[in-house]
């Protein structure tokens, strides 16, 4: 029985009372949910459905709570039902509604864990948004390992997401990567304020291979042809590190873009219809201090110049436009300015910025080596940067390390314990569960030990106090996912997989004998305990496969 079934059953009780009692069964909600206990000894699952239904009937939560006990105790598949302090039920299942659990998650395979939590919400994920000025930096990686992790988390609630990278191709930024790339080309050193380290020295030297006339125009011609030539490239390889990494986005999105089509226009115009649009000193403002902004922001130079700011409320009201109904953006710890004009920027557009907009911001990551942070990559100059990273300890290890920690924290990655073969590495720990289910699958094929048909399946047999923990875990997984997608917090997953999963099953595999000895004849005890080891693989493959990593079946 899953914890949704239980839930069920629970409020199908409470039907039962209020419907013998004539209390108003309008007062009854239309789901409810059973949580686990933190104390193991007081049961396998516990409901405060009685504690939250006590006011609105009348009825003192002990006596309701009695009642439901007393209903809920000849249920199929409950075994005991004890009330507990002011009115919360503790149910105890009997071991053959337990271990169907087993059977569920086998038959359900990839599906097992996912939802309709969500379903409905449409909402644009747009993360990572290097410029295209050189390679993704250590920082921008955490938020490719996060991004991708909470987009295949909301998709599995049921959500309709976009993934989306932003090219920064329009501005000061791009004109001082030209004007490095020339001076390259030419064998003078990078401007005072321009782009330094060994890939501007490869880019220079490509976009010379493919246009080799470049350096015989004057400089300004010159220095466009490394603007186009020199961005693409730097595009290309972007896109293909993080296709390396695991990760793909459904739109890429150049600013640039936004200048062409006219969209500066088309939402200052937008503003302007909501009176948030002023003039002053030659500039036009946006009105964001009606928000809560510390200032208002400017969106025209008295030159007649754009703002970046500008560019920003452009490509919101795009996204709108396209029909998301909620923009989350993931920015670096040095944007939390950034999350006061954007929220303010989304009420001058008429939006809810609760509802419309979020943003999430995360924090520095840092690569150690012999206890020491790494300051400088040997390619990029400046900072360590993706490849980097995967160079120094793989792509599973470099994924589940920065999806593992909630992102507003900082976090050390120490390269000797992320490359150890051994259960202090997290991923490793992990990762070897999926690997040994496996091999306990393939050696039971060897010895003749077969699940067998889910209808032989003898689920009372899973009795001991180590499979039912194991089960208990297991049945967690649905729940973990939906708060994760909620909360926006992947490491929710990653952490349930180390300490709950990986954990009991550990703990069942060193007492709980799946394969038989010697000669011993096969049971179907070795059969049950077959299914609850394959429904162990099912979720922890799924998990996984939420953060991007992949789940061996030999290590």
Not at 146 to 161: C, F
Not at 460 to 471: G, I, P, V, Y
Not at 518 to 531: F, K, N, S
Request: aromatic share 8%; with cysteine.
């Amino acid at each position: 029985m899953t914890p949704a079934e239980l839930a069920s059953v629970v409020l199908a009780a409470a039907h039962a009372v209020f419907e013998q009692r004539g209390l108003d069964r309008a007062a009854l909600p239309a789901s409810t949910v059973v949580e686990r206990p933190r104390n193991s000894e007081h049961g396998d699952y516990a409901s405060t459905l009685a504690l939250q239904l006590s006011k609105k009937v009348g009825v003192p939560p002990r006596e309701l709570a009695t009642a439901l006990a007393d209903e809920l105790g000849r249920a199929p598949g409950v075994k005991s039902v004890e009330i507990a302090g002011p009115g919360f039920l503790n149910i105890r299942l009997d071991a053959a509604a337990a271990g169907q659990l087993a059977r569920v998650i086998v038959e359900a395979g990839a599906e097992y864990g996912r939802s309709d939590r969500l379903a409905g919400e449409k909402i644009n994920l747009e993360f990572v948004s290097a410029n295209p000025t050189g390679p993704v930096h250590i920082g921008g990686v955490r938020w490719a390992a996060v991004g991708d992790a909470l987009s295949r988390l909301l998709r599995a609630t049921g959500a309709e997401v976009g993934t989306e990278y932003y090219f920064n191709d329009a501005g000061s930024q791009i004109d001082r990567f030209a004007r490095s790339l020339l001076a390259a080309a030419k064998g003078e050193p990078a401007p005072e304020d321009g782009y330094g380290g060994a890939y501007i020295a490869e880019i220079a030297a490509e976009v010379q291979a493919r246009r080799p006339e470049v350096l015989s125009v004057d400089d300004a011609a010159a220095q466009e042809v490394f603007r186009v030539e020199g961005v693409a490239l730097m595009f290309d390889e972007i896109r293909s590190s993080l296709r390396d990494f695991g990760v793909e986005f459904d739109t890429y999105f150049n600013e640039k873009d936004l200048h062409d089509r006219g969209e500066l226009d088309l939402a200052l115009a937008r503003l302007r219809e909501q009176g948030r649009v002023y003039e002053s000193e030659g500039a036009t403002w946006l009105r964001t201090t009606d928000f809560g902004d510390d200032k208002d922001r400017v969106l025209r130079k008295s030159n007649g110049e754009w703002t970046y700011f500008a560019a920003d409320c452009a490509y919101y009201l795009d996204k709108r436009e396209r029909g998301f109904e909620r923009v989350v953006i993931m920015l670096g710890a040095d944007h939390h300015g950034y999350i006061g004009r954007m929220k303010a920027m989304a009420a001058c557009f008429g939006d809810d910025p609760e509802r419309n907009l979020e943003i999430l911001i995360g924090q520095l990551v840092n690569l150690l080596r012999d206890g020491a942070p790494m300051r400088m990559s040997k390619r990029a100059g400046t900072v360590i940067t993706l490849e980097d990273l995967v160079d120094a300890i793989g792509v599973d290890a470099s994924r589940y390390a920065l999806a593992r920690y909630s992102s507003d924290s900082p976090i050390d990655i120490d390269i000797e314990l992320w490359t150890r073969a051994s259960r202090d590495n997290p991923v490793y720990y992990v990762q070897y569960v999926a690997a040994r289910t496996a091999g306990v699958a393939r050696n039971a094929a060897e010895v003749g030990l077969v699940p067998g048909d889910a209808d032989a399946f003898r689920p009372e047999l899973l009795d001991h106090e180590k499979e039912n923990e194991l089960l208990k875990a297991l049945a967690e997984f649905p729940a973990v996912v939906a708060t994760a997608a909620e909360l926006r917090e992947p490491h929710r997953v990653a952490r349930y997989l180390e300490e709950s999963v990986a954990a009991s099953f550990h703990r069942f595999y060193d007492n709980c004998r799946v394969l038989p000895m010697g000669d011993e004849e096969v049971t179907d005890l070795h059969r049950a305990r077959l299914w609850l080891n394959n429904a162990t693989r099912t979720v922890i493959a799924n998990g996984l496969h939420l953060l991007g990593v992949s789940a061996p079946e030999r290590m």
